[in-house]
């Protein structure tokens, strides 16, 4: 665990945000195999190459971001299918757009994995009787799927989405609709994230909260104004830091 500003960690949260993509589990290897899928389906269907799909995808891809900025949408991975297809000159295919999505999600969720201790941090925070929000991008639909194909469902009090607050973090909309729905002023607010400009300066900059870095590999340590206040790799580590500031709290530290 790193630590940046002690100062801003002597107090127990009365409540924690946190991230979900990259952050309680790895995204980047669920999404590369559910891209996987898709590669092989349109090799054998299409009998386009490998190579081409991928740059044809990524090409799609920026298009779709570029026309919705950062918004929810996107992150649809239907608009990015069906631009991949016009792409290759076919027109719009709504059954083989569906079944591409169909086939990255699938594949996806096959490769969900939670990083080690994510569920047992999650678990402290309840025992504790600290309030819990999840502050996400994307639709609510995949998110909330993806809560439940790992069995998180039951750990939060609210979740808030980009889809409700029309755009992405880090708008202050996600940051201030979290607090709305906590009914809560506190000042005693973490927020957990992976991204040094979404998650770490986006918080703080919206509610002054105590901003902690889930560091994993291609993703850097915040600097300068995204600087986090701590950074951790393991979620044992946080949960050290979280039974040490609640111990003060209730006079054992």
């Known amino acids: ?10 107090d127990k949260p009365d409540i924690i945000l946190i991230d979900l993509d990259d952050t309680l589990y790895d995204y980047e290897t669920a999404h590369s195999e559910g891209l996987e899928g898709v590669k092989k389906k349109v090799e054998l269907s299409l009998s386009i190459d490998q190579d081409i799909l991928e740059e044809t995808f990524s090409k799609a891809r920026y298009e779709t971001k570029t026309r919705l900025g950062e918004t929810a949408s996107s992150h649809s991975r239907i608009l990015y299918f069906q631009r991949m297809i016009e792409l290759f000159g076919l027109g719009t295919q709504i059954d083989l757009t569906l079944d591409l999505e169909q086939t990255y999600w699938r594949n996806f969720f096959l ?13 402290d925070v309840k025992l504790l009787d600290i309030k819990l929000c999840l502050i996400t991008d994307l639709t609510a639909h995949i998110q909330y799927r993806k809560l439940i194909h790992l069995g998180l469902e039951r750990y939060f009090d609210f979740i808030v989405t980009s889809e409700e607050t029309g755009a992405d973090k880090p708008h202050k909309a996600n940051f201030l ?34 901003a902690i870095q889930k560091i994993h590999r291609g993703k850097a340590l915040g600097i300068g104004d995204a600087r986090p206040d701590a950074a951790f790799k393991n979620f044992s580590e946080i949960r050290q830091l979280l039974h040490e500031v609640a111990g003060k709290k209730e006079g054992y530290g």
Request: hydrophobic share 45%.
């Open 1 to 10: 665990m790193q630590i940046f500003n002690q100062g801003r960690l002597e």
């Open 111 to 123: 490769k969900m994995l939670l990083f080690e201790d994510a569920c047992e941090f999650l678990e």
């Open 177 to 210: 609709l979290a607090m709305a729905k906590l009914e809560n002023s506190s000042n005693h607010v973490w927020m957990i994230g992976d991204d040094p400009i979404k998650d770490i300066k986006g918080s703080r900059e919206a509610i002054s909260s105590v």
